[in-house]
């Protein structure tokens, strides 16, 4: 069965940093579609990185140019590099495979991870 297992969250104060790592089993990489969401309390989840098959990578625009997105496909492995996190970051971050995309918009996934939380304090 697939299983995705996320790590690296933790508290950082506004400004800070943090790397998740995802580790994926019971599947290959090739020819899927892999990301990241997140989702608040009381906020709907938010696609925040996905790359597609092509290799083209989406990102949220509330983190574009603070997040990068990348994969060690040898190893099935997925990170998100997290820069200047504000407290609007403090979330619950999923990895997910088979990412549904829809006109460059990153929408939904067939595989979720149970999360890793992300707090920013100001």
């Known amino acids: 069965q697939v299983q995705l297992v996320e790590s690296g969250g933790g508290s950082v104060q506004s400004g800070g940093s943090l790397r998740l790592s995802c580790v994926a089993s019971g599947y290959s990489f090739s020819g899927r579609r892999l990301g990241w969401f997140r989702q608040a309390p009381g906020k709907e989840r938010e696609g925040v990185a996905a790359?597609?098959?092509?290799?083209?990578?989406i990102y949220a625009d509330s983190v574009k140019g603070r997040f990068t997105f990348s994969q060690d496909i040898t190893r099935n492995t997925l990170y998100l590099a997290m820069n200047r996190l504000t407290p609007e970051d403090t979330a619950m971050y999923y990895c997910?495979?088979?990412?549904?995309?829809?006109?460059?918009?990153?929408?939904?996934?067939?595989?979720w991870g149970r999360g890793t939380q992300v707090t920013v304090s100001s």
């Open positions: 997910a495979a088979d990412i549904l995309l829809w006109s460059g918009t990153i929408k939904t996934a067939g595989y």
């Open positions: 790359i597609a098959r092509d290799g083209t990578i």
